[in-house]
């Protein structure tokens, strides 16, 4: 089995996630018509911020190129169920295999939370999908993995998720 360097498997990942058939393709791909006013305050001495391109944020694991999205559309898709809109975000996954998915609370309101694995663009992956609505957006935090799902990235994922101001 071929070894790469960590820089590179998660610019691999990177790379795949960000120019393949998007995993939030059925989002509009038109300007958002209101920017959220979030803030994410995720320091870790082994991740650093990337530019998004598609996402509000990105970020980059030193360590094994994990990758962590957070992702804002307001005044979209109120209607639609958190459960309907975790599978819509994951549907660009092949083989995509749920392995829990739960209804959380977080900040006091309703969230829905997946993890699942797959392939995206034939690469084995592992993610965990948070998706939540506050003051009329919608929220979806991801985080993935070429590794399964630990806890460790569970703790990470906790940090960066307690990191969000709203």
């Not at 829905?112 to 939540?132: P, Q, S, T």
Request: charged share 25%; with cysteine.
């Amino acid at each position: 089995m071929l070894k790469y360097p960590t820089k590179h498997v998660g610019f691999l990942l990177i790379s795949l996630l960000l120019n393949s058939c998007s995993i939030f393709s059925f989002f509009s791909s038109d300007p958002k018509p209101q920017k959220s006013n979030y803030k994410i305050k995720f320091i870790h001495q082994n991740w650093s911020e990337i530019p998004p391109e598609s996402s509000d944020r990105a970020f980059l694991s030193k360590k094994n190129g994990d990758i962590i999205l957070a992702n804002s559309f307001c005044h979209e898709y109120q209607d639609t169920p958190l459960d309907i809109l975790s599978e819509r975000a994951l549907k660009g996954i092949e083989d995509l295999e749920y392995i829990n998915r739960r209804t959380v609370t977080l900040l006091g309101r309703e969230a829905h939370e997946i993890m699942a694995k797959g392939k995206l663009d034939g690469v084995k992956i592992y993610l965990k999908l948070l998706n939540y609505r506050r003051d009329e957006c919608y929220y979806d935090f991801l985080f993935i993995s070429q590794y399964q799902l630990n806890p460790d990235s569970e703790k990470i994922f906790i940090k960066f998720i307690d990191s969000i101001e709203f």
